[in-house]
């Protein structure tokens, strides 16, 4: 018998999560360095900052999805954008945006909406965190 006798391969689920919405948990946050490989910022370390949800009901219980952010200083007008919107629609106050500790967010209710194999809109169902001002 090899290693992966008995882990039950063949009947996980494959390929994405269709679409749809889903509840969901933070399950985690965590950023992975990569080389920059452009001209202009050649010698830098990039970052990716990947959030990772859990479905925590229906027939996709258990299963997790995950998307990447860039996390760089140049990063483009567009990219910061996207991460704050993600960002506002876990809750975090605008004022708060810079200084939010990812541990914050950890095992937060949210809802995913899947489009394509990707997530497309994150909403807190978990209330708000940070100042209110």
Do not use: C
Request: zero cysteines; glycine letters at 14%; aromatic letters at 8%.
């Amino acid at each position: 018998m090899g290693i992966f006798a008995g882990l039950g391969l063949g009947s996980s689920p494959r390929g994405p999560v269709p679409d749809g919405t889903y509840r969901a948990q933070i399950f985690d946050i965590y950023d992975s360095p990569y080389p920059v490989r452009s001209v202009e910022h050649a010698g830098a370390e990039g970052r990716h900052i990947w959030f990772e949800y859990e479905i925590s009901g229906g027939e996709h219980a258990g299963r997790r999805v995950k998307e990447r952010f860039f996390g760089n200083p140049w990063n483009s007008l567009e990219q910061n954008r996207i991460l704050n919107q993600r960002l506002l629609g876990l809750g975090i106050s605008p004022n708060d945006l810079d200084e939010v500790d990812e541990n914050e967010l950890l095992d937060r209710d949210v809802e995913i909406n899947v489009r394509g194999g990707r997530i497309r809109a994150v909403r807190s169902i978990g209330g708000s965190l940070g100042a209110t001002s």
